[in-house]
């Protein structure tokens, strides 16, 4: 099994730009979960689906957007980007308790 | 999200014990996990521990609860210079996570 996988590794976006951070598990999990990571900080929780068709806003949804067409996809859109949204940004699956990660997304916004 | 305490820095010697601290506000939090993240990775689920443990043994870590003080501990022993990380603490409400801010752990020969 592959895991939880993320694309791309790295970006920059200009201030306007929009772009789709992709995840892809195969694990068949119900739960998935978007954080951002500031440095320093803990990670943040965007949104989170809890399956196919299901999904609902995190602690700091504001500029993203989500959707949850499959088990295994669970892509976050950035319509406008701004530099308040430079992060490291994770995604996670879950059957419930156990969260597994993927490797991370660093966007840079200038 | 509810609030979950670290402290940031942990210095500790090769071969010593490490302790690294949390607490958390949330008394309904059903499970406890710690995760380890190294440069540039993603996070490792270390361990976990239910709310009604008060402790959990894996090999080299131990994990303590005490709930009264919603406090959480996690004692790794005979620290290496592989376990140099940032810890994050998490707590579970309704399968959402809440995580510290990560204590960074340098190990030192």
């Known amino acids: 099994n592959a895991g939880v996988t993320q694309t791309p590794k790295f970006r920059i976006l200009k201030i306007g730009q929009s772009m789709t951070l992709q995840c892809t598990q195969d694990?068949?999990?119900?739960?998935m979960y978007w954080y951002r990571q500031d440095p320093g900080m803990g990670l943040k929780l965007i949104y989170y689906?809890?399956?196919?068709?299901?999904?609902d806003k995190g602690e700091v949804p504001n500029g993203y957007n989500v959707s949850r067409s499959t088990t295994e996809d669970f892509p976050l859109r950035l319509e406008l980007a701004a530099p308040s949204q430079t992060s490291v940004y994770f995604c996670?699956?879950?059957?419930?308790?156990?969260?597994?990660f993927g490797p991370g997304t660093r966007l840079t916004v200038l | 999200g509810e609030d979950v305490e670290q402290s940031l820095f942990l210095s500790v010697r090769e071969g010593d014990s490490s302790v690294i601290n949390c607490t958390y506000t949330?008394?309904?939090?059903?499970?406890l996990y710690w995760y380890k993240q190294e440069p540039g990775a993603g996070l490792q689920l270390l361990t976990y521990?239910?709310?009604?443990?008060d402790m959990k043994q894996d090999q080299r870590l131990t994990v303590l609860l005490n709930k009264k003080d919603k406090h959480l501990s996690l004692r790794i022993a005979d620290t290496q210079t592989g376990d140099s990380a940032i810890y994050f603490c998490?707590?579970?409400?309704?399968?959402?996570?809440?995580f510290g801010a990560g204590t960074t752990v340098t190990v030192r020969a």
């Open positions: 996670a699956s879950s059957t419930g308790n156990e969260q597994f």
């Open positions: 694990m068949n999990h119900n739960y």
């Open positions: 689906s809890v399956g196919a068709g299901i999904t």
């Open positions: 949330d008394s309904s939090s059903t499970y």
């Open positions: 521990i239910f709310s009604n443990m």
């Open positions: 998490a707590v579970s409400n309704d399968y959402k996570l809440s």
